[in-house]
């Protein structure tokens, strides 16, 4: 993330418009569906067109738990530079291609099936201004996932092993205060078992994800920042309540530390928080039902670290990334 700004956003305006009505027009598994914290911090793992936004290589680790339920995510993104000729006594600032990479693997388990995924991404991303401040990219991403079911003995379900690809693809434009990006995960949809003495049948569904935001400077010298997010999140059949589909978030930025919250879930009350360092950072994401007591339902309990391997390391310039 910079502290940069420009004036003026018309032609970003019209951009947004145009990805919104998209998305007007276009519950099952998702991809993968925890850690939640996922979408504020590595938002690549649901739009592969945001792999390699940033000029830094990141890896982020994060991990979940709601009960028995668990989760686990490995990720990284980079985009690729060249090689550069430069002096001994200045430092070479590298110059970056237009090609962004990513991968990630996840594990989810939830007491019955346990979910395997590993997938690459790769993205392609074009300037649209002369000082390189404001792209459009496009990205695909392929997926290998293996599902272990357990079992049911009550309902005569035998123990199964599925292993199927998928594939991801997406649009996304950003420039220094403006984002957005629509994308469709799943694209293969429900796989089919060829066990044909299993009736265990994994629920993939075709998802589709509008999310945009914009970065507001509250204070310029205390590095002040207020970002609204909003995701769109639905089926392919666009089942299920409009309200359920809409998921707002609000970041507040103050120097190294980020608050915010998420409302994924309206019955349930979220915050996280971010603290960076130097070159990493840690964070953390709660949410608990807020018309039930914690002990009926579990705490939803999510915890994150992130690596900057920026290839400026002393530079002023990468002070303020996230």
């Known amino acids: 993330m910079d502290f940069k700004f420009l ?3 018309g032609t970003r305006a019209v951009l947004i418009c145009f990805f919104a009505s998209f998305a007007a027009l276009s519950s099952g598994q998702q991809t993968p569906s925890y850690p939640i914290y996922h979408r ?3 938002p690549f793992i649901f739009n592969p067109a945001i792999a390699g936004s940033k000029d830094f290589f990141s890896v982020d680790i994060s991990a979940g738990k709601q009960g028995k339920a668990n989760s686990q995510l490995v990720s990284g993104n980079m985009r690729l ?3 550069a000729e430069h002096y001994s006594s200045s430092p070479g600032i590298p110059e970056f291609t237009n090609i962004g990479v990513g ?3 996840f594990n989810e388990y939830n007491g ?3 979910n395997t995924g590993l997938t690459a991404a790769g993205s392609y991303h074009f300037q649209l201004d ?3 401040l404001s792209f459009i990219s496009v990205g695909a991403a392929a997926r290998f996932v293996t599902s272990k079911f357990s079992g049911n003995t009550d309902l005569g379900q035998p123990a199964s092993t599925l292993i199927f690809p998928d594939f991801d693809a997406g649009i996304y434009y950003y420039s220094t205060n403006l984002y957005a990006g629509i994308s469709a995960t799943n694209l293969l949809g429900t796989p089919e078992n060829d066990d044909t003495a299993s009736t265990y049948v994994m629920p993939v569904s075709r998802q589709l994800f509008f999310n945009a935001g914009y970065k507001i400077i509250l204070s310029r010298s205390r590095n002040i920042l207020l970002e609204p997010i909003l995701i769109v999140n639905t089926d392919d059949s666009f089942s299920g309540d409009i309200l359920d589909m809409i998921q707002p978030a609000l970041k507040l930025y103050a120097g190294n530390f980020c608050v915010g919250t998420y409302f994924n879930d309206f019955d349930r009350i979220s915050f996280f928080f971010q603290y960076k360092y130097n070159s990493f950072y ?3 994401h709660f949410s608990m039902a807020h018309n039930s007591p914690f002990y009926k339902t579990p705490l939803v309990e ?3 670290v992130g690596i900057n391997l920026s290839s400026i390391k002393s530079g002023i310039s990468r002070m303020y990334h996230w």
Do not use: D, L
Request: no cysteine; net charge positive; proline share 4%.
């Open 103 to 105: 991968a990630y693997i």
């Open 81 to 83: 530079s060249r090689a």
């Open 112 to 114: 019955s099936t346990r």
């Open 130 to 132: 002369r000082n390189a």
């Open 40 to 42: 504020m911090v590595t």
């Open 282 to 284: 840690v964070g953390a």
């Open 7 to 9: 004036p003026g956003i």
């Open 302 to 304: 999510e915890i994150a």
